[in-house]
């Protein structure tokens, strides 16, 4: 019988963390890592080459593989100010270890990213009196900045990076299986007993049944946002108690370097926050890229979202961010990831199973975008695979609204923000499972199943979802 101290499933930010740490303490633990992507040298998106989204089958590999979402991120690794009070970014982690623990597990688990390899330079840190006429300025206009500072990996390096820690986890005796899907957990009375699995090839398949059987003493689950839908499932299926969380939905705005200049030079990535009438909900931005680009990911059932990230070296002269809702649900319908499927159905298949891309002049006049309109604008599309259409046929009138009104809101900020040319993809989605419910040491309600980064809710980012996984280690030693 196949029998470990410890199963990981999933090898993001989150797992790799973990194992490393488990090993930085000298733990004899017999460790078996998940993944149902590829080792992080075979993973490779075809798009570099090709122009346009190949849909990759068994599973895309942006998200999927050593390293999880992290190996094509931007590699932003959000920081923070010594003298915060709060933890503006990242998610939750900071309610279960307070504030000054948070910031030293985040200056460690810096530290780790360091030696292996990550630019010394923090962005955000040098113009302190720049980043508060900005700020002062928003404030003005009702929108909220956090200036975190971050330190930026970029793409290619991110992915170098993470190969050399995926090289000291093997070396130090991880066993990971790659091409390997967690299908089902096996739960007795109440405690994880090991976990049910299948060949990724099969991934879709939900009728195969000769799953093999891998038993471990503890379970932690570390399958990010692309897991969230099956960690949803098992929650229901295993009684995994879970409240339901929110779904944020928006778009990839591009326009060009030019305008965000200033934010660009001083922050390298700003945090804009308001809550535009007439709903007040929240609008942010997120993940902003520098003369970056526009990419793509693709879940299941090939759902197709935009995302963006920057190379080191390789520049655009756009930049990208994302332009995000919250939306909660309460009575008589309460699935949010439901939901933002279903958005994202409708988009893709109105961009023939492609991101929609459209001008913001356009949704403004009323019409859509065509692809000789794209031809002669002033800002030139950086992902292309989109189509240019009508998003707004996608999107609810709620979301559409706030993220027009907080473009303009914007506008008083960053002269430009709105101008027509500028481009709007949809859709983009930032699933969260259910929140699973932990305990402070990340427990589920499940005994000796653990749940740690994106996939239940705990984290949102790279730092953060690394930095779970090494406070469980210390937990699990
Ligand atoms: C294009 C892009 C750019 C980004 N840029 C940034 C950035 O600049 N800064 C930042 O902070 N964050 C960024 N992010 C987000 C960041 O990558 C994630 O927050 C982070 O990777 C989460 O880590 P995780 O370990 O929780 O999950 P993930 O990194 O998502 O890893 C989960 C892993 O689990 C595997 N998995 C899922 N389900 C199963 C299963 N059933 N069986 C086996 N394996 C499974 C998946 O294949 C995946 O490899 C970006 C993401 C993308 C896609």
Redesign the pocket.
Known sequence: MNKYDLII???????IFLSYELIKLGSSKKILM????KKVEDRFCPIEKTGKCMKCKP?CH????F????A???????LYNPEDTEIHV?GNLHEYLGIEETKKLIDYTDNIYLEYGADPKVEGVEFKEEVSSIKEKAKKYNVTLFDVPVRHLGTEKAHELYGRLQNFLLEHGVEIHFE???ADLIVDNNVIKGVKTKPSKYVEDDEFTNLEEVYGDNVVI??????AN?LSNMCAKHNINSRSGIVDIGVRYELPDKYMADVNKYMYEAKFVARPAPYYDKVRTF?QNPSGFV?T?VYDKNITLA???SYKDRKSTNTNLALLVSHNFTYPFNEPIKYGRNVAENSNQLGNGNVLVQRLGDILNGRRTWEKDLETNSVIPTQKSAVAGDITYALGYRTMTNILEFIKMLENVIPGFAHPDNLLYSPEIKFYSNQVRINQEFETSIKNLYC????GGL?????M?SCSGVHLARILK
């Open positions: 499933i999933g090898a993001g930010p989150s797992g998940i993944e149902q992507g599973l942006i998200t999927n593989g390293s999880g979402a992290g094509f991120s931007d590699g932003k690794l959000s990242g390997t899907v967690v570390g399958v990010g946002r692309k897991g099956w993940c990419s990911e995302n963006g990230h740690i980064g994106d996939g984290t949102r980012g790279l730092m979802a």
